[in-house]
């Protein structure tokens, strides 16, 4: 069945590359939007990952460009939002993907890496919107999607707060952009992905357990559904809330997590 959710419609996606590794939630969620129609811009800091990202969407046959950006960067965020208006003529959807877990407890964690964990989570968040609103408000219309995470609003047992406050944070920029601007025509409202199973976080908590498949196992046991999501999961909600099917949902913070932001566990 084709998917034409987002046809004609131009997805700016901050965090999209991928790699050999694995597929992440950027990748795939470039990729989702590529086939449901968008005209993709997929950002990354490594131009090799965000690349890999473009040509599997152009492989395709759906259409990408690659772009290179330091999201905490505010110039190189710019640059980044108006060489896509060029390629594209309009931003419609805005992705920020861009996050890392940063480990330690408040005496552990030095102030630098709680800055760290705000600069990479939030103020990437913050800079996207900052340079894409006006061309959104412009337009009259637009949708931003932000990934936030089940460790914003509950306790998932790791030793991060740093990570856990900052995207609290992100929830809450969410909220703040999507009642201020729903008079222009934009939504916003961000993902809370649970447990899952990326590249990205078998190589930042691989030292929270003896070993990958320790690991693996343990967060599979976690989860109400006995298995970890995948990027997948979290690119399909990312795109309900990015396409006219979530027309009246604004401010949202929908969690992907099989049920896990409910449970005692």
Not at 25 to 31: D, P, R, T, Y
Not at 148 to 176: C, D, E
Not at 183 to 199: E, L, Q, Y
Request: hydrophobic share 50%.
């Amino acid at each position: 069945m084709t998917d034409d959710r987002l046809a004609g419609r131009v997805a700016l996606v901050f965090g999209g590359g991928g790699s050999s590794d694995g597929v992440t939630n950027g990748q795939a969620a470039a990729m989702t939007y590529a086939r449901a129609g968008a005209s993709v811009a997929v950002v990354d800091i490594d131009a090799a990952a965000a690349r890999w990202s473009a040509d599997a969407i152009n492989d395709e046959g759906n259409t990408a460009v690659a772009l290179t950006a330091d999201v905490t960067d505010s110039t190189q965020v710019a640059a980044a939002v108006a060489a896509t208006k060029e390629a594209f003529g309009a931003v419609d959807v805005l992705h920020n993907n861009v996050g890392a877990t940063v480990l330690g407890t408040p005496e552990e964690l030095s102030y630098e890496h709680w800055q760290k964990a705000f600069q990479l989570n939030v103020d990437g968040a913050f800079l996207a919107c900052k340079h894409v609103l006006p061309l959104m408000i412009e337009q009259g219309r637009g949708a931003i999607v932000n990934v936030s995470s089940l460790a914003s609003i509950r306790h998932v047992g790791y030793p991060y707060p740093a990570y856990m406050a900052a995207k609290a944070a992100v929830n809450q920029l969410t909220v703040s952009v999507a009642l201020t601007h729903a008079k222009h025509g934009i939504r916003a409202n961000a993902v809370a992905p649970g447990f899952i199973d990326t590249p990205l976080v078998r190589r930042q908590l691989a030292s929270q357990a003896g070993s990958i498949d320790e690991l693996l196992a343990a967060r599979n046991a976690l989860s109400p559904t006995g298995k970890m999501g995948t990027p997948w999961d979290v690119a399909n909600a990312s795109l309900f809330l990015a396409s006219d099917e979530a027309a009246y949902v604004n401010a949202v913070c929908l969690p992907v997590d099989g049920g896990m932001a409910m449970s005692t566990g």
